[in-house]
């Protein structure tokens, strides 16, 4: 199986940037979209951002202007730059890639805890 490894997380003030990386290894298969997933305390699990294997982007509308993600097909490493935090950002943000395999190619990374806060 993959492993994810993430990285970049951390305590920032409102209007501060962050950024997050996760490289993936571990697999000699190919890999389709990657990207951020996050879950604020007490909400559900949700799209930050995810990026196809040609690069396509897609934002959640929350995050649209303010976050950019990209990838390194050589390094299998997907980056989330974040920039004017919000407090509403907070959450513990997941690392998500799809790999071109059978059976499980879905793959999640622990999470890296953000915190934007004064």
């Known amino acids: 199986q993959v492993q994810l490894v993430e990285s970049g997380g951390g305590l920032v003030q409102p209007g501060g940037s962050l950024r997050l990386s996760c490289a993936a290894s571990g697999s000699s298969f190919g890999i389709n979209a990657m990207g951020w997933y996050r879950q604020a305390p007490g909400k559900q699990r949700e799209l930050a951002a995810t990026?196809?294997?040609?690069?396509?982007?897609n934002y959640a509308d929350s995050v649209k202007g303010r976050f950019t993600i990209s990838r390194d097909n050589a390094k299998n490493t997907v980056y989330l730059q974040m920039n004017s935090l919000k407090p509403e950002d907070t959450a513990v943000y997941y690392c998500?890639?799809?790999?071109?395999?059978?059976?499980?190619?879905?793959?999640w990374g622990r999470g890296t805890q953000v915190t934007v806060s004064s």
């Open positions: 998500y890639v799809n790999l071109i395999q059978l059976g499980v190619s879905d793959y």
């Open positions: 990026i196809s294997s040609g690069g396509s982007p």
